[in-house]
């Protein structure tokens, strides 16, 4: 099938995505088996494949699905609860919630729901924390994998400073953990994130162990998070004196390291910056997330002075919006109160290729090159009846980002595409997986 439209990506790693975007005003990719077999302007597509059958998108944008660097699929339900920091938000609301997951059918449910939602947004690569619960961490993965979509998830690791029933024990946690990664890392396209909830709601033994499981398998994820919110990094240092700052805390356990991402970093001291470059780690940047929870405002400037890799996520339920071009929106509102803007064409690396190249995927996921997944978003200029917005060239199309950042919502997906399957039906409904 041939997919014709305005189309936009970044093929390689940037450190200047207005420069190295390449955009194609009439452009065209041809998808065969679920994957770019070409890319490239629609005249010359059409010539060298003049019988393959054609889907018209003329007059839309055509980008790389979006990828969530870091989210929570059981918080789907809790968005917008009102009135407390981060600590006093996971044990009024947070954990409540994550409690229900101990009912397999209704982790199920609530998986399919939470795919939904990406779809919907054009979202078609998560890396999602799951709960305590291996049955939940298997939903996910299930539903995902009916639409062969691209999963990284993990079971929750937590053995103090929690309900009882979301606890488990050092041995449980590396064991479900190890369980759970031969089940599903590289099964498909799920993958694993070992997934210690945060330094206070582990003890040293559990960390100790879910490092020595990393170091058993090199190439899975880990995610986790750090330095979010004052009063918890106080409490990080007082349950791990031996421990210089927070991220020395992961450090010390073998938790630091490629592929390894921690949401929010917005209070890091520069050794930590220096140590998360070194390791060659990636920061997940949270902005809906941290205005929500006031937890302060990321400092990407200093990210990037120590050329830490970086990508967007939603961070939902403290998150507001499944919506990464939204979240973008939330992004460039904190970088100008921070006095450094980004700009949308930057925003849209780090929903797709930056994040893809930090997590080491792109060679599958995150630009729209040949031989990579056919996960793609088909984006609506004129998703409003005001809307004049035009997409002659590059700088077009970067207004046009922006104005959809601002002001958009799912009426701004007219489609998305996961291994080449188009997964919004008519009204956007989300079909039912094709593997069902
Ligand atoms: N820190 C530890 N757990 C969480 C969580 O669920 N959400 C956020 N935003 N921060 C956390
Ligand atoms: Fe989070």
């Not at 790693?13 to 065969?32: C, F, M, N, Q, R």
């Not at 090199?218 to 990094?233: A, C, Y």
């Not at 998360?276 to 205005?291: E, Q, R």
Request: overall charge negative; charged content about 20%.
């Amino acid at each position: 099938m041939i997919f014709r439209g305005s189309i936009a990506h970044f093929p390689k790693v940037s450190t200047s995505p207005k420069d190295d975007i390449v955009y194609l005003h009439d452009g065209a990719i041809v998808v065969e088996n679920g994957k770019i077999t070409a890319i490239d302007d629609y005249k010359q597509i059409q010539q060298t494949f003049p019988s393959m059958p054609l889907t018209d998108y003329s007059g839309k944008l055509i980008v790389p699905g979006f990828i969530d660097s870091h989210t929570h699929f059981p918080q789907t339900e809790m968005i917008a609860s009102y009135g407390e920091q981060l600590l006093a938000w996971l044990a009024e609301y947070t954990f409540p919630t994550e409690l229900k997951f101990a009912d397999k059918s209704y982790s199920e449910k609530m998986a399919g729901h939470f795919i939904q939602q990406l779809v919907r947004n054009g979202t078609t690569t998560a890396l999602a924390f799951s709960t305590v619960h291996a049955h939940a961490c298997n939903a996910l993965f299930s539903a995902a994998a009916k639409r062969n979509m691209a999963m990284i998830t993990g079971k929750v690791c937590m053995d103090r400073h929690c309900p009882e029933d979301l606890q488990d024990t050092p041995e449980l946690a590396y064991q479900e953990s190890k369980a759970l990664i031969e089940k599903w890392h590289g099964k498909g396209r799920s993958l694993y994130a070992i997934t210690p909830r945060f330094a206070p709601t582990s003890s040293d033994e559990q960390l100790q162990a879910l490092g020595k499981l990393a170091s058993e398998y090199p190439d899975v994820f880990i995610q986790t998070h750090l330095s979010e919110n004052k009063d918890e990094i106080a409490w990080v240092s007082s349950l791990f004196p031996h421990c210089s700052n927070y991220l020395g805390v992961y450090q010390h356990y073998g938790l630091v390291r490629k592929r390894a991402v921690f949401g929010h970093c917005i209070h890091l001291q520069d050794e930590e910056w220096q140590a998360l470059s070194s390791a060659g780690a990636t920061v997940a940047f949270c902005p809906s997330s941290n205005l929500f929870l006031g937890s302060g405002l990321f400092d990407k400037q200093t990210a990037d002075k120590y050329q830490v890799q970086q990508a967007l996520a939603s961070d939902v339920g403290a998150g507001t919006s499944f919506n990464l071009l939204r979240t973008y929106g939330e992004a460039y509102k904190v970088s100008q109160l921070k006095g450094q803007a980004i700009d949308p064409l930057q925003g849209l690396y780090m929903m797709t290729m930056g994040a893809a190249a930090a997590l080491e995927l792109d060679k599958d996921i995150g630009n729209l090159n040949p031989n990579t997944f056919a996960d793609f978003v088909v984006l609506e200029p004129h998703f409003n009846s005001l809307s004049t917005l035009r997409i002659n060239d590059t700088s077009d199309c970067a207004d046009t980002l922006f104005a959809l950042s601002i002001m958009g919502d799912e009426r701004c997906i007219n489609q998305t595409y996961i291994a080449g399957i188009a997964q919004l039906g008519t009204n956007k409904t989300v079909e039912e997986p094709v593997n069902a």
